[in-house]
Structures are given as structure tokens and as C-alpha cells.
């Protein structure tokens, strides 16, 4: 018996042994099991739970603007979302294999991804455009965008220019008694009764000049700062087609009137005099070199001139329109009613406001009518970060197409509709939406007026250099410039400037108004597209700035982007509208480069009618000629070509007929003198219509691959038919570009290049919201700005909406108890 006890005893010894460990084992596999399966269901609910936590986003953001968010309170949530997780996480059936118990759960919103946040927002907005918005960027503001960066530049040019003009007053009094000096000296040789060559009366005459060339000098060093500012702001400009065009103006005036111009013409001047010392009679005349001397050639001009009734009249018209003009603000043309933004936002807007910033773009200051100085001085503030390449800028581009896309501007209609196609016209805020965005003033219509301001600007600057370097527009000028009685000297010079600058104000009214109605306007007009006649000027702004323009231009990058594949087709009329009047406007330039400053040159040299006795030389005016046009020398393969087409068709024949009818101009029969001088003005404007068809030819020969280029493109596949199309349209624009450029700056875009496209209203906004979202000192401001406008838009559709409690990112806080064992889980979930 004992035998037995003792070896149940060992053999109980000996299980418990065995079996011990194996039991121990057994049971921690089972916890461990137990353990990773509580884990994983933990993270399966936690995943259940954040997926339906962003599955709650808000509605109305959602149907407005496509972005995603969660609106629903931070409490109502946690209950809802507590529910959810404990039903997929907790498990008390003592049969199940793991006994899982919600020890605690917290649902929190992450504060920093509020939308209203302008990070949390440019993030959002990314997400949302990055496949939409770089096509449709590429394909608009950035083909259009390379003009604009040259209008700050230009707008330099031209209000140094101002300054410069008028500084200019007492310049021209002493230029006006030195000619006046001269014609009464070369009356009395003409009048002397002595026959032959007079050169005692010569001598008088250069004697007269020297002496006036001192109180000259004195004038002209007053106006060196002035000179000075017009040729840095000009050096500043990158080598381009709008250098070009505005330095014509500076080299027939300031380059001139300079201390260096009136040393050349002492130096003639002393040098004229020594040959008349050594002149005895029987000898041929000897030639004056004072005479082609430009300085001189300026003086002549400078003259009193009597202009005849009509001519009178007609000029005492365009001062009516220069009044009119001088009167005219752009906000007559505004018709919205005032909207007070922050009464629409209500309590919402200094919440959104400490989660974002109120700053302003630059551009918000423009103001102040149109005073000339005020437009440029606005241009430059509001394009300057236009200055650089917009390469590194693309990224911006997400958040200009958004806001371009999503919100109204003024020339939206009530049942236009946004990229997620709500309507426009159910909005508070309806046709300022964008303006305040950009903007940022309070009264919504100032914004709309602050918006058609700086169009106003752009516009002028970018007429200004058409008006500025067209040779037919300045003659018309200096007609009616001199046409006005009492106007002498440099103030005939400074009467022309007022024209022209009127004339490009004039019509830069009209582009805006045509803007405002929902048009478009060429971004740099030609011929064909200019509106207004110098003399209807008046008339027309009192019509009320309805759109004259003669010759319509399709924005060709919308037509594209607006046109079914299966109609690809029909877009053919439009491209070849493009190339037509993109290559009337490189043209243009480029004849206009040649004849301005041969115009200038000849009407300087018969502006002085009291030469009988001493004439030009057909040799010398064939010189002069030459020379003016060297001068126009921008380095581009399309001014060579010009200057060799206008020396092969035109030199010759303009010399003949200038040599041919110049005496006339001085003859006593008034009837004859105006002959001669029609002829010569016929012959100058029939050398810019010859040239300018010979340009053409040229210009068309050297791009004649494009149309063969364009027809091929049409006929691609419909899926590549419109991209084709677009690389066509945009090689060409690039192809003029590099003919009307600089060939040491071959990627300098051509503003004459740009005379096919056209802008509306709303891609100048584009331009304006992407300056705005590029800069860093603006961006927090636009984006504060698109959350205020959303929380006014969102708020009508759902009540109690707020925008400042819709997140992006959630966090989920949870502890699961299983036996004895706790397992925690932290985790962030977002859009």
C-alpha cells in the first residue's frame, strides 16, 4: 500500500512536472494570440471609425467646392464616433475566445488642419486642382503672362518720360527765340538785294546761334536728372521689341537736347565758320555742316507755325477730347451695388481672421483716376512680381485656378456656373467674389473698381508703346500739335506727347469698358483692332464707351479649350484669325521701327521753310535717311531685314522726292509750297505702305511652315487635335518673338507677337490672383480671403456652418482592455 502512495505520489510529482511548463506555455501562446487579435481588432475598429469619422464631411463644402472637411461639432462627433468604435471593438461573450472592454475612447480634431487655416487650405486646394489646373494655367495665364512682364519696365519708361517733358519749359523758350533768331537773319538774306552768295549774313546767322546755345545749355543742364532717370529707366528694360519702340522717342528728344548735342553743334558751328572765313567769290558755296546737324534740325522745327482754319479747328477739337479724357474715371463704367462684405460674414469673420491674416496685396492701393503718373506708378506696384521667370511659380498656379474657377467675378451672368457647377447668381456675394479675394476691401464694388483701375493701367501702358513708336499716329499728332496757336519751341514737342498719351488713355477707357460688358481686346492692338481716330475722341467717350472695335479677336486658348473634340475643325476660321493678325502686328512693328524714325528726321529737316539760299544736297538727305534708320538698330534678324527691304524699295525714292520738291517748300505762292509738301508726305506714307507689304512678304516667307503646321495639327486625332493646336499657336507666338528680339536675348517675348490674342475681363483677374498667391507677403491674405468668401457662401446654404470648425485631420485616442491586459492606440486620419 505504501508501494502505491509512494508511486502515485512520484508519478504526480512527475506530471506536475511535465505538465506544469507546458501549461504555462500553453497559456502564454494563448494570451499572446489573444493579445495580437485584440491588437488587430483594435486597429480594425480604429480604421472602421476614422474612415467614418471622414466619411461625416460637410455637405455644403463639399457641393460648393469640392474639398472635403468635417463641419459636425468636435462633441457630436465623439458621441457618434464612440458608438461606432465599441460596436466594432468591444466584445463581452465569456464564450468568445477574446474578451475585449472599451476602457476609453477620445475623438479630437487636429487644430492646426481647420480650413480656414490658409496652409491647411493651399494644402486642400492642391490635393483638389493638381490634374486639373496646370493644363488649363498653360494653356492660359502663363502664354498670356510673358507681355505682362514687361509692363512695369515700360511703365518706367514712360513716367520718366513725363518728368522729363516737363521739365522741358525752359528749354523751350530759348529754343524758340534761337529759331526765331535765325528766321528773321535768313529773311533778310533772302530779302537782301545784293546778288550772290552771302556769306556775312551766314556768318550773322551761326553767330546767332552760338549765342543762343549758351542760354541753351543752361535750360537743357537743367533737365540732365530728368534726361538722366528717362535713359536708366530705359537701360533698365531687357533688351526687347517694347526697348525699341519706346527708345524712338527718347533719341529724337532727350538724346538731342543733351550737353553732348550742343558741343557737336559748337564744334559745326566753328567749324562752318572757319570755311566761310577761307570762302572767296567765284568759289562754290561751301557746305554747312551746322545744316544736318541734329540738334539744329531740332531748332528749325521749333519755329511759330500758322496753321489754317480747319487745321485750327480740328485741334481746338482734340483739346475738347483731351478735357474729356482728363475726366473720365472707370468707375462710371462699374454698375454694381455696394455690398458691405464683413456684414455678410458677420461673427465669423474675426475667427477666420486670428486663424489666417487681413494683409492686402500691393495692388489694393490703386486709386486715384487717371492721372498719367498714378496709372504707371500703379502698374509697376501691381506687376511687380512679374519681373522674373514664372517657371518657378507653377505651383501657384493650383490656387489661382481654384479661385478662378470657383468664385464669381463682376462679368459673370446669375446662371453661370463654377467648376462644381453651382450657380453663381445664388451667392451673397454674387459678381465680386474674386475681386474681394484679390483685393480685400470691404465695399464689394470698390473691389470691382480697384480691379477695372489696374486693367485701365495695363491697358494704357501697353497702347501708350503702340501710340508712342507708330509712325502715322505721331505725324497725325504733330499736325494737330502744331495746328494750335501759340504753341512754340519744345512746346510743340510737349503738345504731341499730351496727344498721344490722350489717345492711348482714350482708348484704354474703351478696352476697359468693353471688358466690363463681358469682351475681349487684343492684348497689344495693331492697325486693324485700334479703335479710336485721334479726332473722335470726345464724341465717342460721350457715347458712352461703347465697344468700336473694328476687327474682333477670339481668345484662341479658350476657343480651344471650349470646343468639342468632334468639332475640332471649326477652329480653323479662329487659328488662322491669330496668325493673321499676330503677323499684321509683328509687321506693323517692325515698319513702324524703320519709318518712325525716318518720319521724325524729314519732318525736322522742312520744319524750318526759310532755306532759299542753302538746301540740302540729294547726298545729304540720302545720308540723313540712313542714318535714322541705323539708329533704329535693335540687333534683331527682323530689323535688318526691314532696313534691307527699305533701302532695296523705299531709300532711293523718298530721297528723290524729298531733293526733288524741297525748295518749293519755300516758295512765296503759298499754293506751291503746300504742294510740294503734300508730296512729300505722299511719298512718306507711300514708303510705309510699300514696306510694310514688302515686311509682310517677308515675314510670311520666314514663317511659312506654321499654316502647313496648323492644318496638320486640325487633322491630328481628336485627343491630340487641341494640344497640337496649342504647341502650334505657341511656336509661333515664340517664332516672332525671336525675329522682332534682340538675338543675344532670343527668349524675350515680343509685345507685337501678342496682336492675335486676346484677353477677357477674367483673364486679367487671372493675372491679378496668381501675382497675389506668388508673392509670400500676399498669399496668407488671398487664402484668408477665400475662406471668408466660403464661409459667406456656405453659411446660406446650411445653417450654422463654420468654416473655422471644418477640419481636415482627426485624431482617434483609444484604450481596449482584453483579461488583465490594456492595449492603447493613437491614430491621425486626414483627406
Not at 461573450?93 to 477574446?98: K, L, M, P
Not at 557746305?287 to 531740332?298: E, F, K, V
Not at 526733288?660 to 506751291?672: C, I, M, S, V
Not at 510705309?688 to 499654316?707: D, I
Request: glycine share 6%.
Amino acid at each position: 500500500m505504501k508501494f502505491f502512495r509512494k508511486t502515485a505520489g512520484s508519478i504526480s510529482i512527475f506530471l506536475i512536472m511535465i505538465l506544469l511548463p507546458l501549461y504555462t506555455c500553453l497559456y502564454l501562446a494563448i494570451d499572446s494570440a489573444r493579445w495580437s487579435a485584440a491588437k488587430a481588432k483594435l486597429s480594425g475598429a480604429m480604421n472602421l471609425t476614422g474612415n467614418a469619422a471622414l466619411n461625416s464631411y460637410d455637405l455644403a463644402l463639399k457641393d460648393y467646392y469640392g474639398l472635403f472637411a468635417m463641419g459636425t461639432d468636435e462633441s457630436s462627433m465623439q458621441s457618434q464616433m464612440a458608438s461606432i468604435f465599441s460596436g466594432t471593438a468591444e466584445n463581452t461573450d465569456y464564450e468568445n475566445f477574446i474578451n475585449s472592454k472599451v476602457q476609453s475612447f477620445e475623438l479630437t480634431y487636429k487644430s492646426a488642419s481647420s480650413l480656414a487655416r490658409p496652409v491647411t487650405l493651399e494644402r486642400t486646394v492642391t490635393d483638389y486642382m493638381k490634374y486639373r489646373a496646370p493644363y488649363t494655367f498653360l494653356t492660359g495665364v502663363s502664354q498670356k503672362i510673358h507681355v505682362f512682364q514687361q509692363a512695369p519696365a515700360a511703365a518706367s519708361v514712360m513716367e520718366k518720360s513725363a518728368d522729363y517733358y516737363d521739365s522741358m519749359k525752359g528749354v523751350s523758350k530759348e529754343l524758340t527765340e534761337i529759331a526765331e533768331h535765325v528766321e528773321q537773319q535768313e529773311s533778310q538774306i533772302e530779302t537782301d538785294e545784293t546778288s550772290g552768295y552771302d556769306a556775312e549774313g551766314q556768318k550773322k546767322i551761326i553767330r546767332k546761334i552760338q549765342s543762343g546755345l549758351k542760354g541753351l545749355r543752361k535750360q537743357v543742364r537743367k533737365t540732365e536728372d530728368t534726361a538722366s532717370a528717362w535713359k536708366s529707366a530705359l537701360d533698365n528694360m531687357e533688351d526687347s521689341e517694347a526697348k525699341s519702340l519706346l527708345a524712338g522717342d527718347y533719341k529724337t528728344t532727350a538724346a538731342v537736347l543733351s550737353e553732348e548735342g550742343i558741343s557737336s553743334l559748337e564744334s559745326d558751328l566753328e567749324q562752318d565758320l572757319a570755311a566761310l572765313d577761307t570762302w572767296q567769290e567765284g568759289q562754290d558755296p561751301p557746305t554747312l555742316a551746322y545744316r544736318s546737324n541734329p540738334l539744329y534740325q531740332y531748332i528749325q522745327s521749333s519755329g511759330s507755325t500758322e496753321a489754317t482754319e480747319s487745321e485750327t479747328a480740328n485741334a481746338q477739337s482734340v483739346q475738347s477730347g483731351l478735357a474729356t479724357i482728363a475726366g473720365t474715371d472707370v468707375e462710371q463704367y462699374v454698375s454694381l451695388g455696394d455690398i458691405s462684405i464683413a456684414s455678410l460674414l458677420g461673427s465669423e469673420a474675426s475667427a477666420i481672421e486670428s486663424l489666417g491674416s487681413t494683409a492686402v496685396p500691393d495692388s489694393s492701393s490703386v486709386r486715384g483716376g487717371n492721372e498719367t503718373r498714378t496709372l504707371l506708378s500703379n502698374v509697376k506696384k501691381g506687376l511687380s512680381s512679374l519681373t522674373g521667370s514664372t517657371d518657378s511659380l507653377m505651383s501657384d498656379c493650383y490656387n489661382e485656378e481654384f479661385i478662378n474657377g470657383m468664385f464669381s467675378c463682376y462679368t459673370n451672368t446669375a446662371t453661370d456656373t463654377s467648376l462644381t457647377h453651382t450657380v453663381y447668381g445664388d451667392k451673397p456675394v454674387f459678381r465680386a467674389e474674386t475681386e474681394y479675394i484679390i483685393f480685400g476691401k470691404d465695399n464689394a464694388r470698390q473691389n470691382v473698381v480697384l480691379a477695372a483701375e489696374l486693367i485701365f493701367g495695363i491697358r494704357f501702358v501697353l497702347n501708350a508703346v503702340y501710340v508712342f513708336s507708330n509712325a502715322r499716329m505721331r505725324a497725325e499728332a504733330l499736325s494737330l500739335a502744331t495746328a494750335l496757336s501759340g504753341w512754340t519751341g519744345a512746346g510743340i514737342v510737349l503738345v504731341q506727347n499730351l496727344i498721344l498719351t490722350a489717345w492711348a488713355m482714350a482708348e484704354s477707357v474703351l478696352d476697359v469698358s468693353t471688358l466690363l460688358k463681358g469682351g475681349d481686346v487684343p492684348i497689344y492692338k495693331n492697325a486693324a483692332t485700334w479703335t479710336l481716330g485721334v479726332g473722335g475722341i470726345a464724341g465717342k467717350l460721350q457715347e458712352g464707351a461703347a465697344n468700336y472695335a473694328v476687327n474682333k479677336i477670339d481668345d484662341i486658348f479658350l476657343k480651344i479649350q471650349n470646343t468639342a473634340d468632334d468639332k475640332i475643325d471649326e477652329l480653323s476660321g479662329s487659328a488662322l484669325n491669330y496668325f493673321e493678325q499676330s503677323t499684321e502686328g509683328a509687321v506693323e512693328s517692325l515698319t513702324n521701327m524703320v519709318v518712325t524714325p525716318v518720319e521724325s528726321t524729314v519732318t525736322a529737316m522742312i520744319g524750318d521753310r526759310t532755306q532759299v539760299l542753302s538746301g540740302y544736297s540729294r547726298d545729304q538727305i540720302r545720308s540723313m535717311l540712313e542714318n535714322a534708320v541705323a539708329e533704329a538698330d535693335n540687333g534683331s534678324r527682323g530689323y535688318k531685314m526691314a532696313k534691307s527691304l527699305f533701302d532695296q524699295y523705299c531709300l532711293d525714292s523718298l530721297t528723290d522726292t524729298i531733293y526733288g520738291n524741297y525748295e518749293y517748300l519755300f516758295a512765296e505762292d503759298d499754293t506751291l509750297a503746300k504742294l510740294a509738301a503734300t508730296k512729300i508726305e505722299n511719298a512718306i506714307t507711300d514708303c510705309y505702305t510699300g514696306l510694310f507689304q514688302q515686311v509682310k512678304n517677308a515675314v510670311e516667307q520666314a514663317t511659312s511652315g506654321t499654316k502647313s503646321r496648323l492644318n496638320s495639327a486640325l487633322g491630328s486625332a481628336k485627343e491630340e487635335a487641341k494640344a497640337n493646336t496649342l504647341e502650334v499657336i505657341s511656336d509661333y507666338t515664340e517664332e516672332l518673338s525671336q525675329l522682332l528680339g534682340n538675338e543675344s536675348t532670343p527668349k524675350t517675348t515680343a509685345v507685337s507677337s501678342y496682336s492675335g490674342m486676346s484677353m477677357s475681363y477674367r483673364d486679367y483677374l487671372r493675372v491679378f490672383t496668381f501675382l497675389a498667391v506668388a508673392k509670400n507677403s500676399t498669399k496668407t491674405g488671398v487664402l484668408t480671403r477665400t475662406a471668408k468668401v466660403m464661409q459667406i457662401n456656405c453659411a446660406k446654404a446650411e445653417s450654422g456652418f463654420q468654416i473655422t470648425r471644418c477640419f481636415t485631420q482627426v485624431q482617434l485616442n483609444a484604450v481596449l482592455g482584453i483579461a488583465a491586459h490594456k492595449v492603447h492606440q493613437k491614430e491621425v486620419y486626414q483627406y
